[in-house]
């Protein structure tokens, strides 16, 4: 069978009737057929999405109805919280606590937005001809929504749940290798209210199907997550008609570890910042910048956690590291491996290729790297983890900025001012002291610098969906 498109909340075949497989990263097979769209398919998906934005009945459905609409789907979400994690552990290769976890994160942003929908509004401002000036936030029309294939589930919500909520029509252009959760998503969307016309997923090739989405005028609105090559273009692509953008893009993110670090918290979440999701996260603390003192210790002590990860079926409980997304990413971080050796990097562990199908790779420590090494500059989005040793807090800052990138860090002391200080300092748009955590449905997520612009996630996000009108109402 088949997994269609969704245009507007109608199950589609694709136009040019092509379908292509998803692969299954744990045993490198087929899991499912889905229909390809085409440039023609993203034409009908914004006819669509325009003309129910032109004429209803989202953007004339109240904010408090638009939100019971999000908040009973957050409701559908977590009674099918099993069903949804097994499909994204299978169709990404997460462990399934990790796949029950994001799922959990996914009803957690919708109920957020369900209850926000009516609380994005204006102000009152003072101005000298006499007569009341106002703000008001209104919906900015089409918007399409680019996903990437490492958190599927998660990132496509913290674009739907916004653009919805603040009365927007949305395409979802899923990535090629992760679009089963998307369409599962959508579908429960429509089984909570959301009315025809106002929802389409398009999964098919970035080169065509994203392509015609981006450039088309009568899109207002472009959200896109992955890497800053593709980014660039997405700019590039939307500068000829003025489309807004926002985008999340790569990292190297720093991990600082101050001599006066408690170790025995340090090492345990220093060492899942780099391998959740077998690295394949943007937020990866994947430089570690250590103070010289406690270097040996936190490279042994790092080293021996890593090494004891259990790598393995994604649907086995005991999991704790899946494998790649694909062979090809798999290599890739493999031959990073071999450059940061050849340039002079000792290999603490890892490496190794399991004798199993599918796209396995141990963990790997890379201890001794220099901050000019390419595997301390690039990013390599796989369980690749370099290990970097600083005097100073000077030091460490400017080595810590020393780079392209700035989405997210962490800081570790019990030295509160130098906590304050570091924070301040490192130019990144999420930094966490004594944590490794960078993601909060409550709060701003986005990066500086190549790392992109725009803040998902908290009612920043509104931002992103609304534009601001300014009303005078003169007395005269």
Known sequence: MTELLIVGGEHLAATEGRTFEVVEPSTAESMAEVAEAGPQDAGRAVDVALRAFEEGPWTRTSARERGRILTKASFLIRERQEELARLEARNGGKPINAARGEIDLVANVFEYWGGAANKIFGETIPVVPPGIDVTLREPVGVCVLITPWNFPAVIASWKIAPALACGNTAIVKPASQTPLTALAVADIL?????????????????????????????????????????????????????????????????????????????????????FDNAGQDCCARSRAFVQEPIYEEFVERFGKRADAIVVGEPLDESTEMGPLISRRQRQTSIDYVQLGVDEGARRVTGGGVPDRPGFFLRPVVLADVHIDMQVAREEIFGPVASLITFDSEDEVIRMANDSPYGLAGSVWTQNLGRAIRVAKSIRTGNISVNSSSSVHTEAPFGGYKQSGFGREMGMHAAELYTELKNVYFSEL
């Open 190 to 274: 429509t089984e909570a209210g959301l009315p025809e016309g106002t929802l389409s997923v398009l999964p098919g090739p970035g080169a065509s199907v994203a392509a015609a989405l981006v450039s088309d005028p009568r899109v207002s609105k472009i959200s896109f997550t992955g890497s800053t090559e593709v980014g660039t273009n997405v700019m590039q692509e939307a500068a000829g008609n003025i489309t807004r953008v926002s985008l999340e893009l790569g990292g190297k993110s720093a991990n600082v570890v101050f001599a006066d670090a408690d170790l025995d918290v340090c090492v345990e979440s220093s060492v899942w910042s780099v």
